[in-house]
């Protein structure tokens, strides 16, 4: 028998949803799809964009995000190598004790291999697909490989360890991916596993490795719970900062109060006032604060308080008068969406959808009010 099992996928339309026609002028060329963005980056989108028992829209903005998705792969195993990290025995070097960060990606990469089976087992590839992506880029991307460079300024050990999971991690990803974009992981995973010696071909071939299965016992919930919360309060300063247009190459204070969650944020000191641009000097992880500090942005995270101070990051008196001016047109904008849903010829006449979207923006308007008055009280 030739195949074993046929799979059956919904109609391939244009990104308006409409049939692909001669008579349309719609109808996309692959050949010339893929001269411009790239195989794999057509072959992603067509695998990622369907779900089971639907059509599927060819959006060209998800072809060039394939793309992207592409070069980025590229560039992040460049980074891993730049680092030192090829060939096979980087993934088995023997160093300090995984970090927290290590175990959670270690735990985020075996949860991804065990959902990306059991979904494309299913016949979901679109799904397993969109994972790999998200983890790839969301996850290893933008926060392990920002946590190694910290990382790989420490000890002898620590650097070996940090090798050995951006290896493993990496390596695994690239072997999961290979049937979504088999080039370009093919040609990157060559670069990251040959062995050096046998220059200049390479020793084996992505497309006989193994598949990943995952492994239950490194999925750890504690780990990723922990650096989740790392992660949040990472984020709400850099929100901070955003917010309040601090400048990037300024480096803030900060107090982060929390009864339960002290002795682990302590731990990972180093990362948050490196990831967030804190001076680690003047960071301060606290179980308890008798007065909360004047002039300061305030972070709430559950059982995790933060306080940013703001003098002498910002101009209090400048920032104040634009936060009022703010507050002047917010709550012009408040009252104008009031007095128009208390017609009652407009909630009588309009639309329901029309009246609905009134409603909806006076929920954002007031939300955006509360926030106003929150920052103007902080300050």
């Known amino acids: 028998e030739p195949f074993h099992t046929i799979y059956l996928h919904g109609l391939v339309r244009d990104e308006h949803g409409r049939k692909m026609s001669k008579s ?43 793309r992207n998705f592409a070069n980025k792969i590229w560039n992040i195993t460049r980074f891993v190598i730049s680092k030192g990290v090829r060939g096979l025995e980087s993934g088995q070097a023997q160093g300090a004790a995984p970090t927290l960060a290590d175990r959670w990606i270690i735990s985020r990469y075996n949860r991804l291999c065990l959902d990306a089976n059991r979904l494309m087992e299913g016949y979901n590839f679109g799904e397993a697909g969109r994972q790999m992506h998200d983890f790839l880029w969301g996850e290893f991307a933008d926060w392990y490989v920002e946590i190694a460079k910290v990382q790989l300024e420490g000890d002898a050990d620590q650097q070996a360890t940090t090798r050995a999971v951006l290896y493993t991690v990496l390596e695994g990803a690239l072997r999961l991916l290979h049937p979504y974009i088999p080039f370009v992981t093919e040609e990157v995973w060559q670069y990251l596993t040959r062995v050096e010696g046998l220059e200049p071909g390479p020793a084996h071939s992505l497309m006989l490795a193994e598949y990943p299965a995952g492994d239950e016992a490194l999925v750890s919930a504690s780990a990723e719970a922990d650096w989740g919360l790392v992660q949040e309060l990472i984020v709400a300063i850099r929100n901070i900062r955003s917010e309040y247009k601090v400048e990037p190459a300024k480096w803030v204070a900060a107090t982060v109060v929390s009864s339960e969650r002290a002795a682990m944020l302590r731990t990972q000191a180093a990362l948050i006032a ?17 007065i909360k500090p004047t002039q300061s942005a305030a972070i709430v995270l559950g059982a995790v308080e933060a306080y940013l101070p703001l003098a002498g990051l910002i101009d209090l008196e400048a920032e104040r008068a634009r936060l009022r001016k703010e507050l002047e047109q917010a709550e012009a904008d408040v009252a104008r969406r009031e007095a128009r849903l208390a017609n009652e010829g407009f909630v009588g006449k309009a639309p329901a959808n029309v009246v609905q979207r009134e409603r909806d923006g006076l929920e954002a308007a007031r939300a955006a009010l509360a926030t106003l008055r929150g920052r103007i009280a902080e300050l």
């Open 274 to 290: 490196r990831l967030a641009r804190v001076d680690a000097a003047r960071l301060e992880i606290v179980e308890s604060l008798e």
């Open 24 to 66: 349309y002028g719609n109808v996309v060329n692959p050949l010339e799809v893929m001269d411009a963005q790239g195989t794999d980056a057509l072959r992603f989108t067509l695998a990622t964009s369907g779900t089971p028992g639907q059509d599927m829209s060819l959006n060209p903005q998800r072809i060039e995000a394939a």
